[in-house]
């Protein structure tokens, strides 16, 4: 769940939507269905291994008749709820030592960041968020500008003097 959400971006409740259909392994592609609106997203080969490895080797073991078509089920079978999953994303973030507050949305963010970081346009990854308008996604530009003058401050020497 946390490689699926970072290699698409999608919103938690998204997440937690997704019909085993959904996903394409043999074509890495994600259709992500939000109300009215539905987008395609490419995934990551190692995102498509394991949600493949979760599908054979976990999903069948806990599905039950009301899990139904779900992607991703809880203990019981059932249908993972939004709270259930930011539960998942709790315990994983205390695992792993981190005292930042860490949220699905989190994911979310570095998703849309590092795509930018790496050259992405704001126009796709205004769709792969979807957002229905581009001021949604600039958010993103503001922080990467933050993060260089604070890289830009703190690494080149004429700026140390002050």
Known sequence: MLELLYATGIRASELVDLNIQDINVHTGMLNCKNGKSERLIPVYPAAINAISEYIVRVRKLIITPDG?????????????????????????????????????????HSFALHL???????????????????????????????????????????????
């Open 116 to 162: 930018l970081e790496n050259g992405a346009e704001l126009k796709d990854i205004q769709m792969m968020l979807g957002h229905a308008d581009i001021s949604s996604t600039q958010v993103y530009v503001h922080l990467l500008n933050d993060h260089f003058k604070k890289v830009y401050n703190s690494c080149h020497p004429r700026a140390k003097l002050g």
């Open 68 to 108: 139904g078509q779900a992607l991703f089920t809880n203990l019981n079978g059932r249908r993972l709820t939004r709270q259930g999953f930011w539960k998942i994303v709790k315990g994983y973030a205390e695992k792993a030592g981190i005292v930042k507050e860490i949220t699905p949305h989190t994911l979310r």
